[in-house]
């Protein structure tokens, strides 16, 4: 490599052939292969790498996806070099060769030494600011990545408490059911209950079953009073624990006549055994709906995270965007109404599924905060040409045109010190414009502001 190689690239604007050659004689020219590494995410920064022709994608290692961060696709570009200013420096991404080329690898003591030499002001301002800036970042996103992970971890603990507390009363209640169940049983068998009575009695249970429709509480407790009533007047105790079940079964003072001609002494254990069964039922079903609402919820932060799945699928956006709305439900459930226009015409699409899942938990969380937690939040997913659109339209009061023009810039936030980074937008948009090869905009009005998505059908090759 020679000083001609480099004098038309604007990076060295202003450096002279003779120091041009000085960086070259202490470098080393490499050529990009496609699908070759250069440098590992991880690996001290011991070079500084700059682009001469050619293209180097850098990606990173998040979870269990290898990341597309970014594209060094002009020449002039470059990475690394940290050692020259930060004796801990080490790379933040992996360099892989896209197309055939050329890099200069300059060892960060050479760096640093020509730097120092030359622009020994420069050197000084590069290691403040580098230091700075890196500080600052570091701590922003940790602390936006916290504050997300604890928001979800507290919503999602407050969903699944509800049907796991439900759970354990139900299941505390059935333990008592079957102790008065089996005592019942055992008190039957005391009367010499025959067989054939035995069986008209569960005949006569059979007959009843959940009522058809809602019944209005009054009507209800007037049931039970009236079942209460005969209870006492036939000599039936605990009738606070028989009348309920069988009022809320459907179960009425003819019926139980019908009990007390079958079974004659024994109607106490036998409707005690009848009001035992139903309550057993009941709770039975409550635990059912409690533990499938658990499974739900374990099943949609299952599809959330995407976990012990491969990094780009054949998914249905419409499934991300639902089980981010189950991961966000403690936001939505009081003043905020969900209104759904999913196309039946939208077809699944090839993408990083949960890169895509915090592109909708970012502009979802937004439209909640700039609605102040009270308002109507619409969905809708459509196709347009060979694109999906995905739109967020949230009744808030809009937002400014200068606030929208700077709203996709990395630390621009205009909530309060402490409740925003100004990260969400610009995450959003890496994630749709350069993992994904679509756009993400904003359409603003007074007092509605809509965030539009659209997305390829399959995102471009990483």
Same mark, same amino acid.
Request: hydrophobic fraction near 45%.
């Given at each position: 490599?020679?000083v ?15 120091q ?5 004689d ?15 995410e991880g ?17 990173r ?6 990341t ?18 930060d ?10 060769g896209v197309?055939?080329?050329r890099?200069?690898?300059v060892?960060?003591?050479?760096l640093?030494?020509r ?10 301002l ?23 992970l604890?928001?979800?971890a507290?919503?999602l ?28 049983l ?19 249970r059979?007959?009843l079953?959940?009522?058809? /429709? ?8 007037d ?35 019908r ?5 004659g002494?024994a109607v106490?254990p036998?409707l005690?055994?009848v ?6 039922a ?15 919820l374990?099943?949609?932060?299952r599809?959330?995270?995407q ?26 459930r009081?003043?905020?109404?969900v209104i ?10 090839d ?8 592109v909708? /938990?970012?502009?979802?969380d937004?439209?909640?905060d ?5 308002g ?10 060979d ?34 980074t ?13 993992h ?13 502001t809509t ?12």
């Amino acid at each position: 490599m020679n000083v001609d190689d480099l004098r038309g690239i604007a990076l060295f604007a202003g450096v002279t052939d003779d120091q041009l050659a000085e960086l070259i004689d202490g470098s080393t020219e490499l050529p990009i292969e496609p699908g070759v590494d250069l440098f590992h995410e991880g690996e001290p920064a011991d070079f500084w790498w700059v682009l001469v022709d050619g293209a180097i994608a850098l990606h990173r290692k998040i979870g269990r996806e290898d990341t597309v961060m970014a594209k060094i696709d002009v020449p002039g570009r470059w990475a690394g070099g940290f050692r020259a200013w930060d004796e801990h420096g080490v790379y933040l991404a992996s360099g892989r060769g896209v197309t055939e080329g050329r890099v200069l690898r300059v060892p960060a003591e050479v760096l640093r030494d020509r730097v120092d030499a030359w622009f020994p002001l420069g050197g000084h301002l590069i290691k403040g600011v580098y230091g700075t800036a890196r500080a600052i970042e570091s701590t922003a996103r940790q602390r936006d990545a916290l504050i997300t992970l604890g928001t979800l971890a507290a919503g999602l603990a407050h969903e699944i408490n509800n049907p796991a507390a439900a759970a354990a009363r139900s299941v505390s209640a059935l333990d008592t059911a079957c102790v008065s169940l089996l005592s019942a049983l055992r008190r039957l068998a005391d009367g010499e209950v025959t067989a054939t009575q035995f069986g008209a009695l569960d005949d006569l249970r059979r007959e009843l079953g959940a009522r058809a /429709t809602v019944t209005d509480p009054v009507d209800l407790a007037d049931d039970e009073n009236k079942i209460s009533d005969w209870l006492d007047a036939h000599g039936v105790g605990q009738d606070w624990l028989i009348a309920p079940p069988l009022a809320a079964a459907g179960a009425g003072v003819e019926w139980c006549d019908r009990v007390a001609v079958v079974l004659g002494d024994a109607v106490e254990p036998g409707l005690e055994w009848v009001a035992s069964t139903l309550s057993a039922a009941t709770l039975l079903g409550e635990v059912k709906e409690s533990t499938r609402r658990i499974t739900e919820l374990v099943a949609a932060v299952r599809s959330y995270s995407q976990m012990d799945r491969g990094s780009i699928q054949t998914i249905d956006v419409t499934e991300g965007i639902e089980s981010t709305l189950v991961m966000l439900g403690h936001k939505l459930r009081d003043g905020i109404e969900v209104i759904r226009s999913y196309g039946a015409d939208v077809p699944r699409i090839d993408a990083f599924a949960g890169e895509l899942n915090q592109v909708w /938990t970012n502009l979802i969380d937004n439209a909640v905060d700039a609605m102040n937690g009270a308002g109507t939040l619409r969905i809708s997913t459509r196709t347009d040409g060979d694109r999906i659109v995905v739109e967020f339209t949230d009744t808030g009061p809009g937002m400014p045109a200068d606030v929208a023009a700077r709203a996709f810039e990395p630390f621009y936030t205009t909530k309060d010190v402490g409740k925003g980074t100004g990260l969400g937008l610009d995450i959003a948009q890496r994630i749709v414009a350069d993992h994904h090869g679509g756009t993400i905009t904003i359409t603003c009005h007074p007092g509605e502001t809509t965030l539009q998505v659209r997305l390829p059908r399959q995102p471009p090759a990483r």
